[in-house]
């Protein structure tokens, strides 16, 4: 929340108070009521000091690790910069609320920044004053010390705990993958199967994996055999799948990289695997070596035979082991060449050409593979598979969307332009996919784009989930009230915009539906 600005130089408060802002932070959206309690100890402290709060910023459901991501702190610092703000005194709870870096000066420079600005801070819950004597330079500096390294112990016992889980069989999050699904174990042993993308009950719940629907798992069964006992590649089981009509557990088309998943995936084999991948305290994400790996074999019920497993990925490793280093190095930069840029996806998906695990178990780590062949990434091109994806979803969508109406009694029909449905003849609806986007501090975004070119009485925003192969829910946003041409969408957000969520398109048929007139009385 920020109030809007005023004259820094008026007084619209009681005479003789002193104008103040407040920055509030909680790190998780499980501390619900933190920043309440935030704000009321200021509110305390303000009273008692006789400062008026005229503006409070809030980072909700943000981490202390980074400053990427805060919004609430980038706009309180641009208006103390700018010479916008309109007070003379930040209130902040404590020391830790501008953050628990693993750099102490990091935190300092905040303050530093207000300083400069002509704006002091006061720490509501601290048992110090904060007038810039010795002694309280000495305790914000150890405070700001701790906060790092309380971030730095509750990390290391959230991996202890983490690692412990997996050992004894239990699931550390992810979604369960095409064939498997996840289950809940809850403390007194019942087990209840969870639907995609829902979360545990209790946080004494455990989850496991378990076998999928029957059909499902004979196609996991049947890509094996096909691999291992016909020999036939990754490309052509997924030219076979999506000939039969069969798509993956998000709906997609088979590829040949979705198939490569499926061979070397040892979850299917009934193995738990985890750390493979590190993102401590919000650094850079690190792919760890098999060796640092944590793992509980035979911890679900599997479903592909160990020696198939086995056989399956014997195949892959002689497919690199067969090439020298220089052949696969050649086969990456055709590669490079036939699609201008790399990625992941972009190497499994490439036919000819080693798996992007293989290159990691060659050469360390793709980054060092780009390396070799003398490649590197301006940056993340996983937007490029991404955007391609979304494209070919936006007629599918469509035509549910026009189903699901045309099922509740409404007449549909496409416009000229394309997503735009012309609904009863009375109002238009834009349908526009939303990707996600991962911010810097971890955080997920999604960037509406409403076109007012087309003139919509509603745009139907449907937020994509961030591996663009399913949806998460869905926005139906009215043209008035919308001036804006682009509206950014956050996992946590005001009241006001989450009105309009809705977790299908129920309420959309809904509103297009035909309702029967039982009569009419004349006067």
């Avoid at 202390?64 to 309109?86: H, P, T």
């Avoid at 829902?198 to 055999?225: C, M, N, S, W």
Wanted: aromatic share 8%; net charge positive.
């Amino acid at each position: 929340m920020i109030w809007p600005a005023r004259d820094r130089k008026s007084n619209d408060g009681a005479a003789g108070r002193a104008r103040a802002a407040a920055y509030v932070r909680m790190s998780t959206e499980h501390q619900q009521y933190s920043t309440e309690n935030q704000r009321e100890v200021i509110g305390a402290f303000a009273k008692l000091r006789n400062l008026d709060i005229v503006r409070i910023y809030a980072d909700e459901g943000k981490s202390g690790l980074r400053l990427d991501g805060r919004e609430g702190l980038k706009a309180l610092l641009r208006d103390v910069e700018s010479g916008r703000a309109d007070y003379d005194f930040v209130l902040v709870y404590d020391v830790s609320r501008w953050g628990r870096f693993q750099d102490p000066d990091e935190s300092a420079s905040y303050e530093i920044r207000c300083k400069q600005g002509g704006v002091r801070v006061l720490y509501c819950a601290e048992q110090f004053e904060n007038d810039g004597s010795p002694v309280s330079s000495i305790i914000k500096s150890l405070k700001r010390s701790m906060a790092g390294e309380y971030s730095r112990e509750l990390s290391v016992k959230v991996h202890a705990g983490q690692t412990r889980l997996i050992k004894i069989g239990y699931r550390q999050g992810g979604a369960a993958g095409y064939g498997l699904r996840r289950a809940v174990v809850d403390p007194s042993g019942g087990v209840t199967e969870l639907a995609a993308g829902k979360h545990k009950f209790a946080q004494t719940d455990r989850v496991i994996l378990r076998p999928g629907p029957a059909q499902e798992v004979d196609t996991v069964r049947e890509i094996y055999r096909a691999f291992v006992e016909e020999g036939r590649a990754e490309s052509e089981i997924a030219h076979a799948l999506n000939a039969s009509g069969a798509r993956t557990d998000r709906g997609a088309v088979w590829t040949r990289g979705t198939v490569h998943q499926i061979l070397i995936n040892e979850k299917y084999a009934g193995h738990n695997v985890w750390n493979r991948v590190s993102y401590k305290l919000k650094q850079e994400r690190v792919r760890n070596p098999p060796a640092e790996w944590v793992r509980k074999d035979n911890a679900f019920e599997p479903i592909v035979d160990q020696i198939l497993f086995d056989a399956a990925r014997q195949m892959i490793l002689a497919r690199s082991y067969r090439l020298s280093d220089s052949d696969m190095l050649d086969a990456l930069r055709r590669a490079l060449g036939e699609h201008g840029y790399l990625s992941g996806i972009v190497i499994d998906e490439t036919p000819d050409c080693p798996s992007s695990s293989a290159f990691r178990g060659r050469f360390g780590s793709l980054l060092r593979t780009y390396s070799l062949i003398g490649y590197r990434p301006d940056g993340d091109y996983r937007y490029v598979e991404i955007n391609r994806r979304l494209r070919e979803m936006h007629p599918e969508i469509v035509r549910k969307a026009k189903e699901a109406m045309a099922a509740a009694g409404a007449s549909v029909e496409g416009d000229a332009e394309p997503g735009l449905l012309w609904i009863n003849a009375e109002f238009k609806a834009s349908l526009v996919l939303c990707r996600c986007r991962a911010t810097p501090g971890g955080g997920l975004r999604w960037i509406v784009r409403l076109d007012h070119a087309l003139r919509p009485d509603l745009t139907v925003a449907v937020r994509m989930e961030p591996d663009a192969q399913a949806i998460r829910d869905y926005y139906l946003l009215p043209a008035w009230g919308m001036g804006e041409t682009m509206l950014r969408i956050g996992e946590q957000n005001e009241r006001g915009l989450e009105a309009f969520r809705f977790d299908d398109l129920e309420m959309l048929a809904f509103m297009g539906r035909r309702a029967p007139l039982r009569g009419a009385s004349y006067g």
